[in-house]
């Protein structure tokens, strides 16, 4: 079976939700290692207050049983605390009584570098909080409770996945300035993974490249505008002599300049992905845009923002990496209940 993931939710709308389809039945899931990562998620340097008002816990609603999967669809919910100063502005049905609370006026100013002036073009809506509440972040809280469990299937088969911003004393230096400045920064981030064996992902089509599937992942993340597989960008510079990694005896390598992936395949050495994220868009000294309601020229929404969120994004890599890998490791060792996994990738390194 395929592993796959479905998420819904807006940002101050009554929860988040996702579907987990595929996994095995008998994944041992822990509360406390997938709170702990929404935590994670929750702590970086340079964000807004919004996260003193979420405590993000995960609650699941189907698919576990005494901490067990059942090997059926796990559905996975994170409420979004903040939404008691939403409920006329979010309401799912028509509100009722008077406009009361936030998100209660329309918005109508469109931020440079965020959804706000596609999306209403696109979806046609008037008020730009249609585009904006779910082109947010905020819903990377339940992909993080996903990558949770995705690191929970993977560790049966002794895969782990790490995360880092890249130069965080350099980073945090930037955010203070920015701040000062009212303004925002961007950042590096770096997701590991070891225990990785050789042969995850495939070269035979485009869309099975381990390298093109860690990609769209991370760069699905908002804010995400480059990715690069180990020494990615910096291998242009340098001659083929000098690129490779040199293969062992033992079909090791002294170096990892590949960052894991050759060939769209995993080839048992760390992976590493990479990812540049943009300073975010939501500035306090907002840039020039158009009034959608008067068609006059004016400045962009203000609205509580984070100056950073790169240390967020490194745990939100995490898991999209994490997710991957683990469906990548569920299509090559397969199995219905956690043993068969577990063996299929037993007996497939013994041969290699
Ligand atoms: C964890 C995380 C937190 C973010 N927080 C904010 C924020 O507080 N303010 C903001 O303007 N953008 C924030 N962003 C970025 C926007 O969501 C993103 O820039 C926007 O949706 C436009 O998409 P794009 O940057 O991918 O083009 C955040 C992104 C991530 C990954």
């Known amino acids: 079976m395929t592993l796959r993931l479905a998420s819904a939710g807006e940002s101050h709308g009554p929860a988040l939700v996702a ?3 595929g996994l095995p ?12 990562d929404l ?10 207050p919004r996260q003193q008002i979420e405590q993000d816990r995960v609650e699941v609603l189907a698919g576990l049983r005494h ?13 979004n605390r903040d939404h008691e100063n939403w409920t006329w502005g979010m309401s799912p049905w028509p509100p009722e009584g008077e406009p009361k609370g936030k998100g209660a006026k329309p918005v109508t100013l469109p931020r440079p570098g965020h959804a706000d002036l596609a999306g209403v073009q696109k979806f046609g809506h008037e008020d730009v909080r249609n585009a904006l509440e779910r082109a947010s972040a905020r819903h990377t809280a339940v992909h993080v409770a996903a990558g949770a469990v995705a690191k929970a299937l993977l560790g049966t088969i002794g895969i782990e996945v790490r995360s880092a911003t890249v130069d965080e004393a350099a ?31 495939s070269y035979a089509a485009k869309e099975d490249r381990l390298d093109a599937r860690l990609a769209a992942a991370v760069m699905g993340i908002q804010a995400v505008k480059g990715v690069e597989i180990g020494d990615g960008f910096a291998l242009a510079a340098l001659r ?22 050759e060939a769209g395949m995993s080839n ?26 008067t068609g006059e020229a004016a400045t962009a929404l203000v609205e509580r923002s984070d100056v950073a969120a790169v240390e967020a994004l490194a745990v939100v890599a995490e898991a999209a990496v994490a997710w991957e890998l683990a469906v990548a490791a569920q299509e090559k060792f397969g199995g219905d ?12 390194c013994e041969r290699i």
Request: glycine share 12%; no cysteine.
């Open 19 to 21: 579907i987990l389809t």
């Open 25 to 36: 039945a008998g994944l041992v899931l822990e509360r406390d290692a997938i709170d702990a």
């Open 39 to 48: 935590k994670r998620r929750q702590e970086g340097y340079g964000r807004s």
């Open 67 to 79: 901490g067990r999967t059942l090997g059926t669809p796990l559905a996975l919910v994170v409420r």
């Open 171 to 201: 980073l945090r230096a930037a955010i203070d300035e920015a701040r000062k400045d009212r303004d925002t920064v961007g950042g590096i981030v770096e997701v590991r993974a070891t225990g990785v064996p050789p042969g995850l992902g």
């Open 240 to 261: 083929g002599s000098q690129a490779h990694d040199e293969i062992e005896v033992d079909g090791r390598r002294e170096t990892n300049r590949a960052g894991g992936i």
């Open 268 to 293: 048992g050495e760390e992976i590493v992905v990479r990812a540049a994220m943009k300073p975010l868009p939501t500035l306090m000294r907002p840039l020039r845009s158009v009034d959608l309601a």
């Open 337 to 348: 209940a956690i043993g068969d996994f577990v063996a299929a990738h037993r007996a497939y």
